[in-house]
């Protein structure tokens, strides 16, 4: 895969940053769980930059198994090479620099180590197997979410920490920030609907098989959340403390990669593009993962 030429400027990557413990990282809105009483004030403070943490984490993970997987994909074989043109040749998933050089700084001021999901042999399988439409189609969720995130939840937001918020910047203006056009997101609508008949069905529900076992993902990383959060109080939390900790992760991961881009305006235009089949699909998934345990 191709890399972007694209300047990060040297600020971003240089690491060291003084990351203000006080605050939120990511706002409340975006996580769409409403603060748990069984947590203190500050314990919920911690969540939130435990979570935020890990936000990193799962995109790192998400754009790396995306990635290796359009590659492995392409391979030898002409045909599925040109349809992942939109995500080999404009490389949208080139941030792991930027997500770990920060996760460097936050390990240097968290008290104590943040942890993190091994890599997902699951995940890693899905998109291996997962048809090439169906990766295009995951391709389009992320960076429609990287966009949202920032422009709907995060700018403009002064009581959150403003190094996390930088970092967030940096990533959207990476993926089409600024008055650009988002020349990726273009180019996989485009060859969308180019899509054959034949080949919606599988692309449909291989993304269905992707974004639940994504979720299976999201579950694992909310059990280390709060274990780490039982780290950094010293103590464990009384059972029924860390269920409504661990049910506020699942719904918080969940809601922050998933729901936001299904239901994402652009994301629902987009996947019209392969027939009336596909927003049903979509709504049907909605409604699976609120209920899902």
């Known amino acids: 895969m191709a890399h972007s030429t694209r300047h990060v400027p040297h600020e971003v990557f240089a690491g060291r940053h003084h990351i203000d413990l006080t605050r939120h990282f990511l706002p409340e809105a975006l996580a769409g769980a409403p603060r748990t009483r069984a947590l203190d004030a500050p314990d919920a403070v911690r969540l939130n930059q435990i979570r935020s943490a890990s936000y990193l984490h799962l995109f790192d993970v998400l754009e790396s198994a995306l990635g290796k997987g359009a590659r492995v994909r392409a391979g030898n074989d002409e045909d599925v090479h040109e349809q992942l043109q939109p995500i080999l040749r404009l490389d949208a998933f080139d941030h792991a620099s930027l997500f770990r050089t920060f996760l460097d700084d936050f390990a240097r001021a ?9 890599w997902p042999s699951d995940l890693e399988s ?20 990287t966009q949202q995130h920032y422009l709907a939840c995060v700018r403009g937001d002064e009581t959150l920490e403003p190094t996390f918020v930088r970092l967030l910047k940096e990533h959207w203006n990476l993926e089409c920030g600024g008055d650009r056009p988002c020349g990726a997101v273009v180019a996989i609508q485009t ?20 974004v639940f076992t994504i979720d299976d993902v999201l579950r694992r990383q909310a059990e280390l959340d709060v274990a780490t959060l039982e780290d950094v ?22 809601k922050t990669f998933l729901t936001v881009g299904i239901v994402n305006a652009a994301f629902v235009y987009a996947m019209r593009s ?5 927003p049903s699909m979509l709504a049907g998934v909605v409604a699976s993962l609120a209920t899902r345990t």
């Open 110 to 118: 968290f008290p104590v180590p943040h942890r993190r999901l091994p």
């Open 126 to 145: 899905a998109v291996q197997h997962a048809s090439p439409h169906a990766l295009l189609v995951l391709a389009l969720h992320l960076k429609l979410v």
């Open 191 to 210: 060859m969308l609907m180019k899509t054959l008949p034949g080949r919606i069905p599988p692309a449909l529900r291989d993304y269905r098989l992707l």
């Open 233 to 254: 109080r010293g103590a464990p939390l009384t059972s029924s403390a860390r269920k409504a900790a661990f049910d506020t992760e699942v719904a918080a991961h969940r």
């Open 274 to 278: 392969l027939g009336p089949a596909a």
